[in-house]
């Protein structure tokens, strides 16, 4: 396969993958809700962002999760797409994706399959926004939601782009690593064709500048810096870093906890409404005496401990 060029999955293979799945015997009302039903059964969380390798491994990043999400719904005919996150709904700089599905009513669904989210809110939002007739790539705060004219995913050659930068990152960690310089030509040709399919991208642009500084070409390192740091915006992506408690959600799964358990953990931890919730209130919520839920809560820590244990 040449460098730059990605593998496409075919509609076949999602069919042959949906053949062995678990499938939820009855679909919602909402058929972007037992899409996500579907995933959650059959996905794990994981480290895999290539969607044959999710539909392999039967694991995924957000990343990853957001291409498989995306890709059901347009094989069952929904409106979706794939948005970046700024600021997820607790304050955090990371780097996360996750999916828009839009209906014809004019609701918005934003599905947060790594957060254990149905219709999550995070704070803030890299989406294309209409303006008149154009589209256009930009960053916009939860409130300002309700006064834009019309909101869709990012382009596809975006997502593209961001799977590149995914992949220069691992020729970066080598080249860092082993002192490569082999490996610092790989990296910088993955973000370049980064760039070029999301402009202006601005993690891209930083890690090529580590990538320049490194092999002594402090001019094209210099651009890069001024590029990636040039506004707001462009500088929490650089600061954005994997959360340890974000990273932590793949325990969930490895202590095979089931998404119901899962979801009131969630729900708990404030993953899911970005502030931590009291027993009472989340009791109240699921309509369950506050007993029975500090059980289901401590079940759920108990199996998070013995996991800690193995390691």
């Keep these: 396969m040449k460098r730059g060029k990605l593998p496409q999955v075919t509609r076949q293979e999602i069919d042959e993958a949906l053949s062995y799945w678990?499938?939820?015997?009855?679909?919602?009302?909402?058929?972007?809700?037992?899409?996500?039903?579907?995933?959650?059964?059959?996905?794990?969380?994981?480290?895999?962002?290539?969607?044959?390798?999710?539909?392999?491994?039967?694991?995924?990043?957000?990343?990853?999760?957001?291409?498989?999400?995306?890709?059901?719904?347009?094989?069952?005919?929904?409106d979706s797409g794939i948005v970046e996150i700024v600021i997820d709904n607790g304050g955090r700089y990371v780097p996360h994706y996750i999916n828009l599905i839009k209906f014809s009513s004019g609701k918005r669904q934003f599905m947060d399959?790594?957060?254990?989210?149905?219709?999550?809110?995070?704070?803030?939002?890299?989406?294309?926004?209409?303006?008149?007739?154009?589209?256009?790539?930009?960053?916009?705060?939860?409130?300002?939601?309700?006064?834009?004219?019309?909101?869709?995913?990012?382009p596809p050659k975006a997502i593209e782009g961001i799977?590149?930068?995914?992949?220069?990152?691992?020729?970066?960690?080598l080249a860092l690593r082993d002192k490569n310089g082999a490996e610092f030509d790989c990296a910088i040709q993955y973000y370049t064709r980064a760039i070029s399919l999301y402009p202006g991208y601005a993690r891209a642009h930083f890690n090529r500048a580590i990538a320049y500084e490194n092999k002594g070409e402090h001019g094209k390192a210099t651009l890069d810096y001024a590029q990636s740091l040039r506004d707001e915006s462009s500088q929490i992506?650089?600061?954005?870093?994997?959360?340890e408690d974000v990273i932590g959600l793949m325990e969930l799964?490895?202590?095979?906890?089931?998404?119901?358990e899962q979801e009131i953990y969630l729900f708990w931890k404030g993953f899911i409404t970005g502030k931590q919730m009291t027993l009472p209130d989340i009791a109240k919520h699921y309509g369950v005496p506050?007993?029975?839920?500090?059980?289901?809560?401590?079940?759920?820590?108990?199996?998070?401990?013995?996991?800690?244990?193995?390691?």
């Design 113 to 154: 399959l790594w957060y254990g989210g149905k219709d999550i809110k995070h704070r803030r939002i890299g989406a294309q926004i209409k303006e008149g007739r154009k589209w256009r790539v930009r960053d916009l705060d939860w409130d300002e939601l309700e006064d834009v004219e019309d909101i869709k995913g990012l």
């Design 22 to 78: 678990d499938i939820p015997e009855m679909p919602e009302p909402v058929m972007s809700n037992w899409l996500y039903e579907l995933v959650k059964r059959n996905v794990k969380r994981g480290r895999f962002f290539h969607l044959r390798d999710v539909l392999l491994h039967r694991q995924a990043d957000c990343l990853g999760y957001a291409q498989l999400m995306n890709c059901l719904g347009q094989r069952f005919g929904l």
């Design 290 to 311: 506050e007993s029975k839920m500090g059980k289901i809560i401590s079940a759920v820590e108990a199996k998070l401990d013995s996991i800690l244990i193995e390691k």
């Design 237 to 243: 992506r650089v600061l954005a870093r994997e959360h």
């Design 163 to 173: 799977i590149h930068y995914v992949l220069g990152n691992r020729h970066l960690r």
């Design 253 to 260: 799964d490895r202590a095979n906890i089931g998404i119901r």
